[in-house]
């Protein structure tokens, strides 16, 4: 199989052509084509001898998936993809236009081992950790997509597939990728990075001091509820994830998002709202409610209006911001592994 083209340092592919005998300006030209032009086969490189092009062509693939199904929310404004990588593996990715902005849903992991209760993705199993490349292919797809458009790609939320920190280093790799000065250029405020609460990983991501935002899905404010959808906190508990979270937003200055999806009946009361607030109190932080979007192995439904609002009054008069998220896409599937699930049953 042909090296991915995303999954080539610079340095390295600077060499190769180093090694071919080609000018050194010449690596340069190409990786900007590539990251700044978003072209993404050789042949339309056309500042480059035809030779060249050719040869590139032969070594490296700029493709890091294709699309196996795409399906459009009947609003029209939500498209929801299921992509199939190089070697099958399968992925989702979701596009959501607004009025001022187009805002990317992408995966990290083909799959995901975390197992949450309500997720259609952990309910699957892990196929397998997505490359660098891989994640910020998907990332070159819809920035190509949209130029076509003549529209630009403005925020990137990594909450598709997979637990981002279960694949740190990679992620990381990627968010080099997109954010590098002399290629995309995307700026790192507008990335926001989903994780179930793997506490190590929020302390390297701490010390690492990025721009890049940060979300939790807490979904419950104890460890009785939490324990019951979320497997990973019998490791890591309620408290320390939330210290966890205190210190980073103390350290980095910068705003906590906690994911909250609200289940009748099961987390969704006034006496969670109050224990909620009484854990966050004091961080720089926002609550973000969505109502769970129901699940075939998961026998609980979503929180209904009032319920949802009577919670986001209770956690705004304690203090905490706190949002109600639109479900987008429910009504093509595009809530969490719901594409791939019943692309599987057919
Ligand atoms: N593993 C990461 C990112 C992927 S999931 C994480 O846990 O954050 C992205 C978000 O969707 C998480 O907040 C997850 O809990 C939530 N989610 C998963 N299935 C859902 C469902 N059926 N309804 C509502 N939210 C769901």
């Given at each position: 199989m042909k090296k991915l083209f995303f999954d080539t340092p610079y340095p390295e592919f600077a060499q190769t052509l180093a090694d071919w005998g080609e000018p050194s300006y010449r690596a340069k030209q190409i990786h900007s084509s590539v990251y700044?032009?978003?072209?993404?086969?050789?042949?339309?490189?056309?500042?480059?001898p035809k030779t060249l092009r050719e040869k590139i062509a032969g070594m490296y693939a700029f493709e890091s998936q294709s699309t196996l199904r795409k399906v459009v929310s009947s609003s029209g404004l939500t498209e929801k993809y299921l992509f199939e990588l190089r070697d099958k593996a399968k992925i989702e990715a979701v596009l959501m236009r607004y009025r001022d902005r187009n805002t990317i849903c992408i995966s990290?992991?083909?799959?995901?081992?975390?197992?949450?209760?309500?997720c259609a993705t952990g309910q699957m199993g892990l196929t397998r950790n997505l490359s660098a490349g891989e994640i910020a292919g998907q990332v070159f797809y819809f920035a190509e997509l949209l130029k076509r458009e003549e529209k630009q790609l403005t925020n990137i939320v990594v909450m598709g597939m997979g637990e981002p920190f279960h694949n740190y280093e990679n992620l990381m790799q990627a968010m080099n990728l997109i954010n590098d000065p002399d290629g995309f250029r995307f700026g790192e405020r507008r990335i926001t990075i989903s994780t179930v609460g793997i506490i190590p990983m929020i302390e390297k991501f701490t010390k690492a001091k990025r721009q890049i935002n940060l979300a939790i899905s807490l979904h419950a404010p104890n460890n009785y509820l939490r324990d019951q959808i979320i497997p990973v906190n019998k490791k890591y508990p309620v408290f320390e994830l939330v210290e966890a979270a205190r210190k980073y937003a103390n350290e980095t200055k910068r705003r906590v998002s906690f994911e909250y999806a609200m289940i009748d009946g099961f987390n969704d009361g006034i006496e969670q709202a109050a224990q909620l607030a009484k854990i966050l109190r004091g961080m720089i932080c926002h609550v973000n409610l969505i109502a769970l979007n129901p699940?075939?192995?998961?026998d609980r439904g979503g929180s209904g209006r009032a319920a949802i609002n009577d919670f986001q009054l209770a956690l705004e008069k304690s203090g905490i911001p706190c949002t109600i998220r639109l479900a987008r896409g429910v009504d093509i599937g595009a809530g969490c592994g719901q594409l791939l699930a019943e692309y599987k049953e057919k």
């Open positions: 700044q032009h978003l072209i993404f086969d050789p042949a339309l490189i056309s500042n480059i990290s992991q083909a799959g995901c081992a975390m197992n949450c209760a309500f699940t075939k192995k998961y």
